[in-house]
């Protein structure tokens, strides 16, 4: 069974940065792709960013600029690099896994508060 364990969520202001981090049980490269992903109370989870191995990276377009999604497979970790924070960037971040057969696989999430 895949575990995906995020860490690196807090409290931050805004403008201010962070950095997540997804660490999975096998090889990063033995998935279609990563991604992570974001709920924010009252609202429906959300893709933030994603790595399709050997495709390229997507972000939802209130994130371009601003957040970097990157991957170390020495460590098996995929990171967020998340920077001039926002209020509405408070959520709950997901990372997932998508298998080549199709089998998503999801973190426990990690809770990023941008507050003043």
């Known amino acids: 069974q895949v575990q995906l364990v995020e860490s690196g969520g807090g409290l931050v202001q805004p403008g201010g940065s962070l950095r997540l981090s997804c660490a999975a049980s096998e090889s990063i490269f033995s998935f279609l792709a990563m991604g992570w992903y974001r709920q924010a109370p009252g609202k429906e989870r959300e893709l933030v960013a994603r790595d399709v191995n050997g495709g390229g990276t997507k972000y939802v377009d209130s994130v371009k600029g601003r957040f970097t999604i990157s991957k170390d497979g020495a460590k098996n970790t995929v990171y967020l690099q998340m920077s001039s924070l926002k209020l509405e960037d408070t959520a709950v971040y997901y990372c997932?896994?998508?298998?080549?057969?199709?089998?998503?696989?999801w973190g426990q999430g990690t809770q990023v508060t941008v507050s003043s």
């Open positions: 997932k896994a998508d298998s080549i057969d199709m089998r998503s696989y």
